[in-house]
């Protein structure tokens, strides 16, 4: 069901239930990839009677998209993105505000996981359900990525407390908005984002 949301427009990153559509995705993708190599292989094989042919060659050269969406596969499976329950008592407090769904921040050192964001202006603010989310690691990570598409000025702060969470968005509603400068500082994190 998730999967087939890819197709109609509905998953795109920064939309909420995107990890999980992604991850059904590309899980298909990989296994299609390496069906699509183990046939050619097959395949010449059972024509010509040995391993040694022209669709041997095609097969493991088609085994290199099949290994890299392999690894994509294996990046989406390790995240989880907002729960149904949390979105339900988010979702009332966000209002008009522009939000972000299941971001996901990789890091050299860190991944980053970002359940829920908010972007008023300069104003970023977020939730994560982890509790050992380094906020510091985070802000780190983020500032020169930020820096780099001209938004220099940019205030997030991460909330591990729901209800801390909930406070910030409705703060944010109160604030003056600038949709371009919102828009693009959104564009920057789906950019940055798995």
């Known amino acids: 069901m998730h999967f087939f949301r890819i197709f109609s427009g509905e998953a795109y990153k920064g939309t909420k239930g995107y990890l999980k559509t992604q991850k059904?995705?590309?899980?298909?993708?990989?296994?299609?990839?390496?069906?699509?190599?183990?046939s050619l292989f097959a395949g010449g094989y059972l024509t010509t009677g040995t391993r040694?042919?022209?669709?041997?060659?095609?097969?493991?050269?088609?085994?290199l998209p099949a290994s890299k969406s392999a690894v994509s596969a294996v990046m989406f499976c390790r995240f989880k993105g907002l729960d149904e329950e949390s979105a339900a008592q988010i979702e009332p407090h966000a209002g008009s505000l522009l939000t972000l769904y299941d971001m996901v921040f990789t890091g050299y050192e860190k991944n980053f996981v970002v359940e829920h964001m908010a972007v008023r202006g300069s104003q970023v603010r977020g939730y994560a359900s982890a509790k050992d989310f380094d906020r510091q690691a985070f802000l780190r990570?983020?500032?020169?990525?930020?820096?780099a598409d001209s938004f220099s000025h940019v205030d997030i702060k991460i909330s591990l407390d729901k209800k801390q969470y909930i406070r910030h968005l409705e703060e944010l509603?109160?604030?003056?908005?600038?949709?371009?400068?919102?828009?693009?500082?959104?564009?920057?994190?789906?950019?940055v984002s798995l």
Not at 24 to 38: A, C, D, K, N, W
Not at 173 to 186: N, R
């Open 24 to 38: 059904g995705y590309e899980i298909l993708r990989t296994v299609l990839y390496f069906g699509i190599s183990l």
């Open 52 to 63: 040694l042919n022209l669709l041997t060659i095609v097969a493991i050269l088609g085994c």
């Open 141 to 147: 990570h983020m500032d020169p990525l930020l820096k």
């Open 173 to 191: 509603q109160t604030m003056e908005d600038d949709p371009e400068l919102s828009a693009g500082i959104a564009a920057t994190l789906k950019s």
